[in-house]
């Protein structure tokens, strides 16, 4: 047994860790406050002190909830990276180009350690970041870029290790969990629900980026590279927002036992890599079904674990906060991982492939209410192949136009077929409008 | 930089991490499993092979579900902690004394490191181990021994570290979780489904240990040394089986909205810490009152983060295999933590605490029906200053003997309070047998 041996954390006096830390938003400010008030528990824990050398932000006469004198000022991030007195950046300043990336080259090149809460930086330029910073020796951790306070890089990642994954799902933007619910509690149209949020400071300044499903599905991409060994494949993502969900469907998919959520999936078959952020419906009493507002849920399976589900905070200063800290003790101890679990060099281009996983589908519609307009609905369904599990007509007694509204939740299909059905729907003749079809997981 | 700073995961050539594995029993196997059938995977993620060299149990003829011809056999597992060809000792063998523990302190004497699933063990002797393990530079890991395939002693050791612990709550034994939600599904008594379980194998050979809440008592006890810097206190865990747990008040707790559980408590007060595995009324829409089966689920709160809750199947072969492979792949990774996370001999000795946390009650009793009895009750829990939110007194029709079922639900009272309303019921009079007292945890 030789000294090199002896674990990190018996070592309470070693050498400090040193933030170079760039970003004094909510979540910059979230990690200061941990590191000033928890000083000597993760001194504690990590077997050496944690401390802040130097900041970074655009405006540094800004009045921040937080005493900062203590740390060197940089008005450039990149100088952070050059520091003598930085050994990790951790970088909180958001945006997939400009001085996020510079600073996370710089960094690199530095050969300084990172922690990033960036989401977008890592599904654009992940796989070049890794390979850059593999190569350099550095480590880049980004528990804080994905679900928030929920530590699922690091279970998938590390705690699932010895598991083939088969299956990641999650609900991972708090902003559109929190429109869906309460556009469903209120009885709200998604208009009025988005203005709401949008005035409670919900929403990032590119609203698109919430309501879009790109924040979701970049965080999706990140999981799916660690979870199959493949390059992040963002452009692969089939993505849909939630601007299409309207206040009709919510209520009807409601009455049939079913919330709608923003929900990713990825799953890697022999025809490759699935990964969509769709709206779906989840059965309302299933822990996805139940998530409320900005709450978020990842759910993991493994091929020996089976189901693993985690449920936290999606945002906010002290969640983020916590996973960057937690990334930032680990690289205190001596955890040294590759980016994404493995060498980067060893991720595989993922070969996108459009879902073919069959699954039940509600489907809305509005037909005319003459005889046998329902026999073609149902004859086009079963010509595809798609067997009916409900069937709902609700007549609008109010109204003189004749018209039925029909839900229909139809076994397990594929999408193909799903999509086939829809065809021909159009040709029967019978059909106001374009029909509604929103995937149903069952987790 | 330099060659040091290299994460371990570049080098996927590198040395093998060789397992010597101790007891082949469901666990064991499925570690050989995993090994076996995932060898490249585990390479590539943990940057160098990991193989086993020699394995052990009592009887080598016994017919076993994998191909052993491979390794070498050791009939004495302590033989295994001697052997050059082993870096990492696994124990799943179980028990807190005899062969488990000589096997372990072995290994510690021999400057190898250890994975283990045995809480038993560590619930009785894992300060001394782990301070043995510490002065001689080995590392226990032990994700295995609590809540079986959720990493929960990963993301409470490291992917909280950044956070104060407030509070560990957790539902953490699959037999009795099975026992409670079959006694409420099928309308059972305990009696019945206790035998039903025995007859599946669902028990232990002493089925105490599960029932009698010794094995979940074991697993919160580890929880509470990590979450609170405490020397393991299992002896202070106020411990309460669920064979008391009557079918009648599941049936009338469902009725009120409640589900009960077996759920454990830890939490420091200014008073000390408190540790409890009770009996405990969860709300039927939460996600503990949801919980069926052998499924496990935790809840890890936080200063910064808020709360986590983590679901996944609390043991069986392959979640307890995945388990002990996250540890053994972490070890491969070069991850060196302190057994509880922090320096063993920085732990401070517990205080215990008896718990004082206010909480709602439910309370079932049986009174004379007379007059004036119930007033007598309401009088009683007024005096010790508790008030009543909800009461439901259920007269029974078929029988003559002029008793009264009264069923109450408290708000928020101290234990000490409901203890001393107890007491006062008895000098009423007008009870029939002893009232049940169950506490509501609001999770």
Not at 180 to 194: C, D, H, I, K, N
Not at 382 to 390: E, F, K, L, P, V
Not at 411 to 439: C, E, N, W, Y
Request: hydrophobic share 45%.
């Amino acid at each position: 047994m030789t000294a090199a041996r002896l674990p990190d954390a018996t070592q309470a006096t070693g050498t400090p860790l040193r933030i170079g830390l760039a970003g004094l938003g909510t979540v910059g400010i979230g990690v200061v406050k941990i590191v000033q008030r928890h000083a000597d528990l993760i001194a504690a824990r990590a077997g050496r002190p944690v401390v802040i050398t130097a900041v970074s932000a655009r405006d540094k006469s800004k009045n921040r909830d937080a005493d900062l004198s203590a740390y060197a000022w940089e008005t450039d991030p990149i100088a952070l990276a050059a520091r003598d007195d930085v050994d990790v950046v951790v970088e909180v300043m958001g945006g997939h180009e400009g001085p996020a990336r510079a600073l996370t080259e710089a960094a690199i090149a530095a050969g300084k350690d990172i922690v990033t809460a960036n989401k977008a930086l890592l599904a654009h330029h992940g796989h070049g970041l890794a390979l850059a910073a593999e190569a350099a020796g550095c480590v880049i951790r980004f528990e804080a870029a994905v679900a928030g306070g929920i530590p699922v890089i690091k279970v998938l990642t590390e705690g699932l290790a010895g598991n083939r994954i088969t299956r990641v799902m999650g609900v991972m933007n708090g902003t559109c969990n929190y429109i869906l619910t309460r556009m469903q509690s209120a009885g709200l149209p998604y208009e009025t629900v988005f203005e709401e949020a949008r005035q409670l400071g919900y929403l990032e300044a590119d609203p698109n980026l919430d309501v879009g499903g790109i924040d979701a599905g970049h965080k999706l991409s990140l999981l799916s590279a660690i979870a199959f060994g493949t390059q992040v494949a963002f452009d692969h993502v089939e993505l849909e927002g939630i601007g299409s969900v309207s206040i009709d469907d919510i209520t009807l998919a409601d009455d049939m036992g079913y919330h709608i959520k923003l929900l990713g999936v990825a799953q890697m078959s022999g025809r490759g890599l699935e990964q969509r952020m769709t709206p779906c419906l989840v059965p309302a009493d299933s822990p996805l079904g139940q998530l409320q507002g900005g709450t978020n849920m990842v759910v993991l399976e493994g091929d020996s674990v089976g189901q693993i589900v985690m449920r936290g905070p999606g945002a906010g200063e002290g969640p983020t906060a916590s996973a960057v800290m937690g990334d930032v003790i680990d690289l205190a101890r001596g955890l040294r991982l590759s980016t994404f679990g493995r060498p980067a060099a060893s991720l595989v281009a993922a070969v996108p492939a459009k879902s073919a996983t069959p699954a039940p589908y509600y489907l809305r519609m509005t037909l005319l209410d003459k005889p046998g307009a329902l026999a073609k609905i149902a004859t086009a369904l079963g010509d595809a192949g798609i067997s009916i599990d409900q069937m709902r007509q609700i007549n609008q007694p109010n109204t003189q136009d004749e018209k039925a509204i029909v839900l229909i939740v139809t076994h397990k299909a594929a999408p193909a077929d799903i999509s086939h059905a829809l065809q021909s729907f159009a040709m029967t003749g019978v059909l106001v409008g374009a029909p509604v079809a929103i995937r149903i997981e069952e987790v």
